[in-house]
């Protein structure tokens, strides 16, 4: 079956890409190739699409701004469901609604030219509403699940909204990492004025400045309850540790850098982590970022 010929006679009106590159779409900038991407523009496009490739059985999963997630060095034969052109955003008093596609800083505009503050924790971090809120994103002072309202989702091919109860947030977790699409999120600010908003920002900014750089997926793994995952690696004496191109960065050892190396350079330093940390500690990593072949099983 010539997947991209019947993606494109069947939607015409969303954009497809063939031979789609993972490391030329996510942050660690590593991973082969999937046969196809698909970027629906709406919520009606996303479950139509979403509803197809569930009735044919056809493996996909779902990429948002790719901040946070790995893909195999193999190539994948399914389709990447991207959110990028889902791009609504429109609020009514604090109430603000965002499309999957909308990046944080575009939230974050938007949401301080109608004078709604609140959710200035995310300035800076890498994210897609989508992304964010499947992952809930954000850092101590807030995160998405003290914005969320209710999400409008796609669950096995149809259109339905999750109330906050529904999304079963916990640390880095919700049930959309389970294969249930965010089309679009409702998500509850303050009333503010721009000039303190743009001071927030600016605040949360500068505190991220000494975050390190270079090709990463931010933190690699979940802290443990009252502990910081960074300083037990860095306990360990991890720092600068090596497979490949991915080492352990000396500035902050939860982050994993990237320079030039495959998938599998990545995924060996993390096995390696786990191996050492327990070893040393007792203390069982539990990994924050996604491989992301894994969506093949969604159930959406
Ligand atoms: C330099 C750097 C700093 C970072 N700092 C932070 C930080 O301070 N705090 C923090 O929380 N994170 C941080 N991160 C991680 C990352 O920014 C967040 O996890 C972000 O929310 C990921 O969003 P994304 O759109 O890139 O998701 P992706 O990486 O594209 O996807 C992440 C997961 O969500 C799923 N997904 C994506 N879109 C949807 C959708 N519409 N519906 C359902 N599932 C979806 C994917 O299948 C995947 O499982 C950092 C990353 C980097 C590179």
């Known amino acids: 079956m010539d997947i991209f010929a019947v993606f494109s006679a069947r939607f015409p009106y969303a954009l497809t890409e063939k031979n789609f590159s993972f490391s030329a779409h996510t942050t660690i900038g590593c991973g082969g190739r999937a046969a196809l991407a698909v970027s629906p523009r709406n919520t009606e496009e996303c479950a139509e699409i979403l509803c197809f490739l569930r009735q044919r059985g056809i493996p996909h999963l ?9 893909a195999d060095d193999e190539s994948y034969d399914g389709v990447v469901v991207r959110f990028a052109k889902m791009k609504a955003l429109f609020c009514d008093g604090t109430l603000v609604y965002a499309g999957a596609g909308v990046g944080g800083a575009e939230l974050l505009k938007f949401a301080k030219e ?3 503050g609140g959710f200035e924790p995310l300035a800076g971090i890498p994210t897609s509403v989508g992304g964010g809120t499947a992952m809930n994103a954000g850092i101590r002072d807030g995160h998405f699940c003290d914005w969320v309202e209710r999400v409008v989702a796609v669950d096995q091919g149809k259109i339905r909204t999750l109330s906050f109860k529904e999304c079963g947030y916990s640390e880095k977790n919700s049930v959309f990492l389970s294969g249930i699409a965010v089309a679009g999120v409702y998500l509850r600010g303050i009333e503010s004025f721009a000039e303190e908003i743009e001071t927030r920002v600016c605040y949360y900014r500068t505190r991220r400045a000494n975050l390190p750089k270079g090709r990463s997926m931010g933190c690699t793994f979940v802290n443990p309850v009252g502990q910081s995952a960074g ?11 090596r497979v490949g191109g991915a080492f352990v960065s000396p500035e902050h050892a939860n982050f994993i850098i990237n320079e030039g190396g495959t998938s599998s350079d990545v995924k060996k330093l993390i096995e390696e982590i786990k191996i050492r940390v327990k070893a040393r500690t007792g203390i069982v990593l539990r990994e924050e970022i996604r ?3 894994e969506g093949s099983k969604n159930r959406s």
């Open 291 to 293: 491989r992301i072949t």
């Open 62 to 70: 779902f990429l948002g701004a790719g901040a946070n997630s790995i």
């Open 114 to 116: 109608n004078g709604v």
């Open 231 to 241: 300083e037990i690696i860095d306990r360990c004496g991890l720092k600068n540790l």
